[in-house]
């Protein structure tokens, strides 16, 4: 089983950029989906972004599409969100999870998770 460590966030003005990183241990990475999740204060943990074990196939949310783009790298055992255009709806905690039943929007097909990483939008 693999497991994972978020990072990249922080702080950016609206309208820019960032490039979330996940590194995963482990030898059996490149056979997991991987997806990226968001938590806002006080809301719910919602779905942001999901890549299939080759990179071929990947899914987004409507709030992100067309602004993020999720990558892997199975060489390096990581996978990428790059966030432009931010907006102040995208503070959240970001995290990363790994599941075995393909791309998919909902959280209980994913089953390892990383412990999140901060992105905060400012005006």
């Known amino acids: 089983q693999v497991q994972l460590v978020e990072s990249g966030g922080g702080l950016v003005q609206a309208g820019g950029s960032l490039r979330l990183s996940c590194a995963a241990s482990?030898?059996?990475?490149?056979?997991?989906?991987m997806g990226w999740f968001r938590q806002a204060p006080g809301k719910e943990r919602e779905f942001v972004a999901a890549?299939?074990?080759?990179?071929?196939?990947?899914r987004y949310a409507d709030s992100v599409k067309g602004r993020f783009t999720i990558s892997r790298d199975n060489a390096r055992n990581t996978v990428y969100l790059q966030m432009n255009s931010l907006k102040l709806e995208d503070t959240a905690v970001y995290y990363c999870?790994?599941?075995?039943?393909?791309?998919?929007?909902?959280?209980?097909?994913?089953?390892?998770w990383g412990q999140g990483t901060q992105v905060t939008v400012s005006s």
């Open positions: 999870a790994a599941g075995v039943r393909g791309v998919s929007m909902l959280e209980y097909n994913y089953n390892v």
């Open positions: 890549i299939s074990w080759s990179g071929y196939s990947t």
């Open positions: 482990g030898r059996t990475f490149s056979s997991y989906a």
